[in-house]
């Protein structure tokens, strides 16, 4: 047996939206949004057209009947490698709008929930498969009062159990999207479940019409490519991020190098005329200490042929006679 890729827009909306999804749904929904509480008691699915795979952005609509009377709109869609966030913002925020006609005056706005599963990581270093996002005050995280707008995201990478692990109906139907189209046969632990029993029926490659058949292998080749572009980016990127690293890295070594040479040369420059001026000093302290020294033994000289000639001087004359030099 072959089964379908629910992760194609195609084969997502064949298994949970098609006239023959109702109790497939119910079960999955409440996996995935309830824990697998009978949350949900029924659904009303809003038909969709078989889409080509350039026009595969609507989600899959379905209103919904909870325990205690109350009525919501639940959409559901599996996001494509190029669709973000913000896409489900506009999608959620576009389906709760149009629930005002124009001119109704006391319209009745369902609240609205939106199920966006994805095969990629949204929010990394989060460990939750399943995130679910309301309003909320900022600071002190109580409710709005009309909370009635919710997103609860599935990030299938972080599912990692195999079929022995498989504990709840959560678990199961999680298995299910991410495996289902490498398994060639029904599984024991998901066949005792009547809604997968039926899930896996819908999913069966041989049940598909040509067309059918068609559109799902566009939309497989469309994804195909929407992945080789994608890897082909990541590793351009890496390419070109090495080579702005080398760049940038020589530009910053040689820098580096003219500041760590500057400091060294001012270092050494400072160094070396520190030394030149300690021998400049030197020599000339020694000429004037010579020059001194000669002055020195000149006015000693004087001085005694003067005592010699005219006999002891007074001090007055005697601090005269150094000006003579000058």
Same mark, same amino acid.
């Given at each position: ?13 064949r298994i ?9 749904l119910l ?14 008691e029924?659904l ?5 057209t078989?889409?080509?795979p ?18 919501c709109?639940?959409?559901?869609q ?9 896409w ?8 709760y ?8 005056r006391?319209?009745?706005i369902?609240? =609205? ?7 990629s ?13 309301a309003?909320?005050?900022?600071d ?5 009062p009309?909370?009635e707008?919710?997103?609860?995201f ?9 079929l022995?692990?498989?504990e ?5 139907w999680?298995y299910f999207?991410?495996n ?8 024991e ?12 029926e ?5 049940? =598909? ?11 497989l080749? =469309?994804l195909a ?11 351009e ?10 760049e940038?890295?020589i530009?910053?070594?040689i ?17 070396q005329? =520190? ?17 001194e020294?000669?002055q ?14 005219f ?10 006679i150094?000006?003579c030099?000058?």
């Amino acid at each position: 047996m072959n089964f379908i890729d629910p992760k194609t827009d195609f084969a997502f909306k064949r298994i949970f939206g098609s006239s023959e999804s109702q109790e497939i749904l119910l079960s999955f929904i409440n996996a995935l949004l309830y824990e697998g509480n009978s949350v949900v008691e029924s659904l009303e699915i809003r038909p969709f057209t078989q889409e080509t795979p350039v026009h595969q952005d609507k989600p899959l609509v379905t209103k919904a009947q909870l325990k205690g009377g109350e009525t919501c709109l639940i959409e559901m869609q599996f996001l494509n490698l190029f669709q973000s966030g913000k896409w489900v913002l506009y999608n959620a925020a576009k389906n709760y709008a149009l629930q005002v006609n124009k001119g109704e005056r006391n319209p009745e706005i369902k609240p =609205l929930m939106t199920l966006s599963l994805v095969d990629s990581l949204m929010f990394g270093e989060e460990t939750n498969i399943i995130s679910r996002f309301a309003l909320k005050e900022v600071d002190q995280l109580f409710d709005y009062p009309y909370n009635e707008f919710g997103l609860v995201f599935v990030e299938l990478p972080k599912f990692k159990k195999d079929l022995t692990e498989l504990e709840t109906l959560t678990d199961k139907w999680l298995y299910f999207i991410k495996n289902v189209a490498q398994l060639d046969d029904i599984p024991e632990p998901l066949g005792t479940v009547p809604e997968l029993q039926k899930a896996f029926e819908l999913a069966d490659e041989n049940n =598909l019409t040509r067309e059918e058949f068609d559109i799902l292998q566009q939309q497989l080749f =469309l994804l195909a490519d929407q992945r080789r572009f994608i890897t082909s980016g990541k590793e351009e990127g890496v390419r070109q991020g090495i080579e702005q690293g080398r760049e940038q890295g020589i530009r910053e070594g040689i820098q580096q190098g003219i500041n760590q040479g500057r400091q060294q040369g001012l270092e050494q420059g400072r160094q070396q005329g =520190l030394q030149a001026g300690i021998e400049q000093g030197r020599e000339q302290g020694i000429q004037e200490g010579r020059e001194e020294g000669m002055q020195s033994g000149q006015l000693a000289l004087i001085l005694r042929l003067l005592r010699r000639r005219f006999g002891k001087l007074d001090k007055k004359t005697q601090n005269k006679i150094p000006c003579c030099f000058r």
